[in-house]
């Protein structure tokens, strides 16, 4: 059993216990305890189920590498799923389920595909579930949907905030190990401005556990004092809990500091996501062990050598009473020897090496523990916790056995580099056959914006194995990243460290060497995504021969750990199939996150109110007080419609209809946009953006123009003001203001920078009021201060002066075929002029109409909109426009290309209007059938609905929609689908369904 | 992310402050002009691996369009300018073809 040794464990604070529970169970611990170690502390080997065959699974590492032992942490608005109990810090009251199993962590039923993982072999989601079709939506996704996946998802709105946090240095430096801290001190002493991250909550690293000895010292002591020696320098910074997460293009990086995850009393963001740029990065990020790949490496109390040695030596627990190390090195003498010194049994040490005569299994054998050379792990005893090993002759097939009792399992397959941050960005690995692991290549490291390197490896995560190696390739990167950020390093060396001799290791992939298919089924390369050497090498038979193939079919490495344990043993197991060399294999791509980051810290600020900033028009308080219901429009929000009391939106839509087409209606115009455009070129250059003649508009005029893309769509339309010679005002639609202007921009920037004009968005200056209705003129006349009669100012014209004492610009035009004046005033008075227009219009009917009521108006008098008749592949002559678009001008953005045959030709889809035969409303975007299939077996189409309304006025369903030679086919009837099958009869008809003739709004 | 110093305000980028506009120094093809050429100014463009010319804008800064030189392989960046010039400067060419001698300007 696990249990705590007492007065050991370097991180406890004894006298600070701290109580929580696991599956509703109250148990203790200390501050300094990992989630994990506490558990263990309390026996609790069984964490979690596995992913595909709910096999029993146990915390197999002590750090962030761990990929078996996730947790449901937290409850209601703090609740988290696929918490690492291993990288999660024990605080008072911390709450924890088990996940991925039902009904519990003991008894799971799931644990049926264990028993028929031979039906559910590497890729069966590819080769099963196949047919028939229709049972994979209603039988099979169901099932597997309930049965596979990690935690629950959280269902509260998560009630902590988060927050980004910008930085700029000169070095950063991810890892505060002992390699972190010295290359933080070589780059400090130079004055470069220094960042240095640590994930967890310690500084040191594996150095003190590993009993390292600096310059005479423990590597406790060297530690400590170099913290003091870095908190001393004002140029340097260090943060704990903050893991570097991903390194990107140009010295860009991320830091994820964890600050209230300890601590959740504390009033602070929880996460704070550190965007930093960094002139270089040195990745001080160490090593991890490699497991070994034999059967029923997988049961709880089977764990990485290293990592008991930490959990006995940081926290004081025992993973077992007995304890069988299984090695391919010598560095898992260390824990032997670490377990013997805390008078814990080591029954016998596996060394899969035929000999083993280095200093370190001398030192095990001078202390009476066995090694059994040559030998390897047939087959580990037990169920939800490890009862024995079976052991044999590593060169064997697994035959003859002999077992040794135990309940821990401590293996290492050796080390291997942690070169995620360095091939984020593009840094390359050579394959070091000595250690067996990839390491990074310094000749080919990840490119800056100058073209040289940014990313220096520093101590272990350079290949470095030993202390003063380390020390010494943590001091040259420390001083070689001040060099390159413009910095002059100080003379100095690497403080001396005590050499260790370990005697070679020896690549262990599968173990035995000839293990039988019964065992290399049960041999996991990745836990977390239950993957097994059998399928490895099954992939490989079925002709997966790029390890990127490799791990999409059996999903090798794709689980949230990112194969950081599997990855190396997969890809080994893969060579070994396709009979090449391991660096042949390649790696798949290493890419960020390090590890899962919150979706907190990567949204930040930006949730809530402030996701995305709403704009409001001066109104818009206005609207909200009347109860308007409001609809996006682009960031703006407008009033759809303003229902009253209990009255449907339909109804409401229909009552502002009826009321502005027969007494007066006021509506928000402001949205729209207002560009400025002035110069003495400025109307030659409309005549480029307009299909149609801007230059000839008289100053007082306005005209309404069409803008299309240089491929010859529709992109934009609205009116155009001439203020005076050299001043335009157009208008935009309301959610295209932005990308008008900037587009305005792009040619005068880029292509026709000689012409003198000037372009600006004065959009939000106005506020802008359409009064429109039978009584316009009369409540415009009523508040006085300008002529605004048929006379003074006609149909498409313009003029200044005052409404009521307000400083106006009035526009006579229409989009509703009303009569009616759009009047803007400057934005801070446009809500006194509003209330103005109310009270002065109270009399004649006033009432405000929201954004329904436009659009059904529009479509009544066949005006087009931009957005539903256009999608971007359509061009002004499909909508009947032609009278919009100049045969004078040679040239106007968009001309050349509608001359294309495909853009002239006559088989374009048409606009023209519908009506349905029993007057009901076609639905929105319904295509119009025609005779036949398609190459491709679907029913052929003649057209589709591109607005559909019932219209209170026609007190009918009217629509426009493009046709195949619609306007040669008015009166014929054409069907149109419904989503459910049945057709809707439609007639093709004029799209001006109201006041033809155009004399209501000329009047 | 990458970072682009911008030749207008002097501003040292970053990419999230910028638009990428593709291919710089497309000669605009309008009336009289053959399919052809109007098929290579709307849509045919380079995708070198290695130097590439671009035009990016500065549109969440100063709001000005410029041009960038840039290996697409490395990112490495060889230089910002004017938008207002039918091709790069003379003194970046130089310095492009010193840094990658096998590079041809098409």
């Known amino acids: 059993m696990s249990t705590r040794i007492p007065n050991t464990g370097r991180f406890l604070d004894k006298t600070a216990p701290a109580t929580f529970t696991f599956n509703g169970k109250s148990l203790g611990g200390y501050a300094g305890d990992t989630l994990a170690s506490a558990l263990l502390a309390n026996d609790q080997m069984l964490m979690g189920r596995s992913f595909k065959y709910h096999r029993a699974r146990g915390a197999v590492a002590s750090g962030a590498e761990e990929p078996n032992a996730l947790v449901n942490m937290g409850a209601d608005d703090r609740f988290e799923p696929n918490q690492r109990v291993t990288t999660t810090e024990l605080f008072d009251g911390l709450t924890a389920k088990s996940q991925n199993h039902w009904p519990s962590l003991n008894f799971d039923v799931g644990v049926i595909n264990n028993y028929v993982a031979r039906f559910l072999p590497a890729g069966f989601y590819y080769k099963t579930f196949m047919y028939p ?34 930085y700029f240095t000169d ?14 001190l070589a780059a400090g002493q130079s004055g470069a401005k220094v960042l240095l991250l640590e994930q967890t909550a310690n500084w040191g690293g594996r150095a003190p556990v590993d009993g390292a000895q600096i310059g005479g010292k423990s590597a406790d002591e060297w530690v400590t ?23 990107y293009d140009h010295g860009y990086a991320l830091g994820y500091e964890r600050i209230t995850d300890h601590a959740p009393e504390m009033d602070a963001p929880r996460h704070r996501l550190w965007r930093i740029r960094a002139k270089q990065i040195i990745t001080a990020t160490g090593a991890i062990e490699r497991p070994l790949s034999f059967a029923g490496n997988d049961i709880p109390g089977v764990m990485l050598a290293g990592g008991v040695r930490d959990y006995l030596i940081n926290w004081g627990v025992a993973i077992g009473e007995r304890t069988v190390v299984v090695t391919n090195n010598d560095d898992g003498y260390r824990t032997a020897l ?109 490119l800056g914006d100058t073209g040289e390197g940014f990313v220096v490896t520093s101590g272990t995560a350079s290949g470095a194995m030993d202390t003063p190696e380390v020390l010494k390739d943590a001091h040259l990167a420390g001083k070689a990243a001040a060099k390159s950020a413009g910095f002059t390093p100080k003379r100095s060396q690497a403080p001396k460290a005590t050499a260790t001799t370990e005697a070679a290791m020896a690549p262990v992939w599968v173990m035995p060497k000839n293990a039988t298919i019964e065992l290399k089924a049960k041999m996991w390369l990745d836990y977390q995504n239950d993957v097994k050497v059998s399928d490895v090498q099954l992939a490989a038979r079925e002709g997966y021969e790029s390890v990127e193939h490799t791990k999409r079919y059996t999903t090798l490495g794709m689980a949230t750990d990112q194969g950081k344990l599997s990855n190396i043993n997969g890809l080994a197991v893969l060579s070994d199939a396709l009979n090449q060399a391991i660096p042949q294999t390649g790696t798949t791509t290493f890419r960020p996150p390090y590890t899962p980051i919150s979706l907190g810290a990567i949204a930040g600020e930006a949730r809530g109110e402030i996701f995305q900033p709403l704009r409001r028009t001066p109104l818009h308080a206005w609207h909200e ?194 009569l009616s004046y759009e009047v803007a005033v400057p ?139 619609g306007p040669d086919r008015m009166g014929e009837v054409i069907n149109f689908g419904r ?25 | ?56 804008r500065h549109v969440n800064g100063c709001g000005k369009w410029f041009h960038a030189a840039r290996c697409t392989m490395t990112l490495e960046v060889f230089g910002t300018y004017s938008a207002q010039t039918f091709e790069p400067p003379k003194a970046l060419l130089s310095s492009i073809k010193a840094k990658r001698p096998d590079w041809q300007a098409t």
């Open chain 1, 338 to 446: 670490t377990l013997h010194k805390a008078g814990l049994k080591v029954p016998a040490i596996i060394d899969a090496r035929p000999n083993a005569d280095g200093d370190l299994p001398n030192q095990a054998r001078e202390r009476g523990i066995a090694v059994r050379e040559g030998r390897g792990i047939a087959k580990v005893k037990g169920g939800k916790r490890v009862l024995g090993v079976a052991i044999c002759l590593q060169d064997g097939d697994g035959g003859a056995r002999e077992e040794i009792a135990c309940d821990c399992v401590a293996m290492s397959g050796g080390w291997s580099p942690v070169v995620h941050l360095w091939s984020h960005c593009g840094g390359k690995l050579n394959w070091i056959e000595e250690h067996a692991h990839f390491a990074p290549d310094p000749k080919r490291p990840p």
């Open chain 1, 171 to 184: 070095v950063l430096i991810v890892g505060g190990g002992i390699a972190g801290l010295q290359s933080a």
């Open chain 1, 225 to 247: 004092e170099t913290l003091a020696a870095l908190q001393a320098l004002p140029n340097v910074t260090i943060r704990a809990r903050t893991m570097g997460a991903g390194v």
């Open chain 1, 827 to 965: 934005a801070s008075q446009g809500r006194a002029f509003w209330d103005a227009l109310h009270a002065a219009g109270a009399e004649f009917g006033a009432m405000a109409y929201g954004t329904e009521a436009l659009h059904i108006m529009r479509a009544e008098k066949g005006f087009i909109m931009i957005g539903d008749e256009t999608d971007g592949t359509v061009i002004p002559q499909d909508l009947g426009l032609h009278w919009a678009i100049s045969k004078k001008k040679t040239d106007f953005l968009g001309k050349r290309a509608q001359q294309r045959s495909f853009m002239a030709s006559t088989e374009r889809w048409q606009l023209v209007g519908l009506e349905t035969v029993d007057g009901s409303v076609l639905p929105d975007g319904a295509y119009a059938l025609a005779e036949g299939m398609n190459a491709n077996g679907q029913r052929n189409m003649q057209g589709r609905v591109t607005s559909t309304y019932h219209s209170p006025t026609l007190e009918r369903g009217i629509a426009m929609g493009l046709v195949l030679h």
């Open chain 1, 979 to 1003: 989503v459910d099958g049945t057709l809707i009869p439609a007639k093709i008809v004029d799209p001006v369904f109201y006041d033809k003739s155009g004399e209501k709004q000329d009047v």
């Open chain 2, 1 to 56: 992310m990458l970072i682009l110093e911008c030749p207008y305000c002097g501003v040292k980028a970053e990419e999230t402050e910028l638009h990428a506009g593709g291919e710089a120094h497309l000669t605009r093809h309008a009336t009289g002009s053959t399919d052809d050429e109007l098929k290579f100014y709307l849509f045919q463009r380079k995708n070198p691996k290695g130097v590439h010319f671009e035009r990016w």
């Open chain 1, 133 to 166: 079709r229709a049972a994979w939506k209603h039988v099979f996704e169901p099932i597997i949907r309930k049965s596979a996946g990690l935690g629950q998802a959280p269902k509260a709105r998560d009630a902590d905030r988060y927050e980004h946090f910008y």
């Open chain 1, 625 to 818: 007080d009347a109860g308007a219901y409001m609809e996006p429009v682009g960031q703006w929000r407008r009033p759809y419609c303003y229902p009253r009391g209990a009255e449907s939106h339909e109804d409401a839509v229909a009552r502002e209809v009826t009321n502005t087409r027969n007494a007066l209606g006021l509506l928000d115009a402001s949205t729209l946009g207002k560009i400025i455009v002035k110069g003495p070129d400025a109307g030659k250059f409309l005549d480029m953006l307009y299909t149609n003649m801007m230059s000839t508009l008289k100053p007082g005029r306005c005209r309404y123009g069409l803008m299309c893309s240089e491929n010859g769509f529709l992109m934009d339309d609205g009116v155009v003001a001439r203020i005076d010679e050299d001043t335009f005002l157009c208008h935009t639609t309301s959610g295209g203001a932005e990308n008008i202007h900037g587009w305005m921009e792009e040619w005068l920037q880029t292509e026709w920078w000689d012409w003198k004009v000037y372009v600006a968005n004065v959009t939000e200056q106005l506020a802008q009021v359409a009064v429109v209705g039978p009584n316009a003129r009369k409540v415009l006349e009523k508040m006085g201060g300008m002529d605004v009669s048929k006379e003074a100012l006609t149909f498409m014209g313009w003029a200044d002066g005052t409404i009521g004492g307000f400083d106006a610009r009035v526009y006579r035009i229409s989009f509703s075929g009303e």
